[in-house]
């Protein structure tokens, strides 16, 4: 995950071209396939751009990769402490997500993010790969999945497919929580060989 060995800038640039390489598109592809311009995606990859999570999720959607397989994955030993002001944040539309740890066990993976959502904002998802799992630490949380809106306080969970489009809002000041990503260790890039990325009726964009 990106921290202090490297900017979530960095990581993403050494990434992003060789999971796109081993799914065999090109830039034009890619770009068609996720509504992000030609030159937005060179920039990425070249190191200069700044991705947002939006990028980051249509391209993990796109590509059909956790985001942690863009963002750095290096797996830590040992204790491991994770500091807030060390971590730079994604951030997006109404959000940002600190990732904090990409864990490991048995079939499956899982990515720890800190996430806050900003007072008065929503985010909007058309959906991503994997299971989502959010656990509110502080506010009032607004999650609405597939058109079913549930609002959430402090040490509520939520649960839910990532495939489907969903919404976090925070109608009455910011919310702090944390946002646990599930995926099958089959859904890493190096757990087999390329497969197909979706056809033209997957919805593109984040």
């Given at each position: ?45 070249s190191g200069a751009g700044n991705p947002t ?107 839910f497919d990532a495939t489907l489009p969903h ?40």
């Amino acid at each position: 995950m990106s921290g202090p060995e490297g900017s979530i800038r960095g990581m993403l640039a050494l990434n992003l071209k060789r999971v796109r390489s081993r799914r065999g598109l090109s830039i034009s592809e890619l770009s068609r396939r996720s509504k992000i311009g030609k030159a937005t995606l060179s920039q990425l990859e070249s190191g200069a751009g700044n991705p947002t999570i939006e990028t980051v999720f249509s391209l993990s959607r796109v590509l059909e990769v956790p985001i942690s397989d863009l963002l750095d994955a290096q797996q830590p030993t040992g204790l491991r402490v994770v500091r807030a002001r060390d971590v730079e944040a994604l951030s997006g539309e109404g959000i940002d997500l600190r990732p904090l740890r990409r864990i490991e066990s048995g079939q499956a993976v899982f990515e720890v993010y800190d996430q806050q959502v900003r007072a008065g904002e929503r985010r909007d998802s058309l959906g991503h790969v994997g299971i989502e799992h959010t656990v509110v630490q502080a506010g009032r949380l607004a999650v609405t999945v597939d058109g079913h809106e549930v609002e959430l306080e402090a040490g509520d969970y939520v649960g839910f497919d990532a495939t489907l489009p969903h919404s976090y809002a925070a109608p009455e000041g910011t919310v702090r929580s944390v946002l646990l990503l599930q995926y099958r260790s089959d859904q890493r890039l190096d757990a087999g060989s390329p497969h197909q990325v979706p056809g033209e009726g997957a919805p593109c964009g984040e």
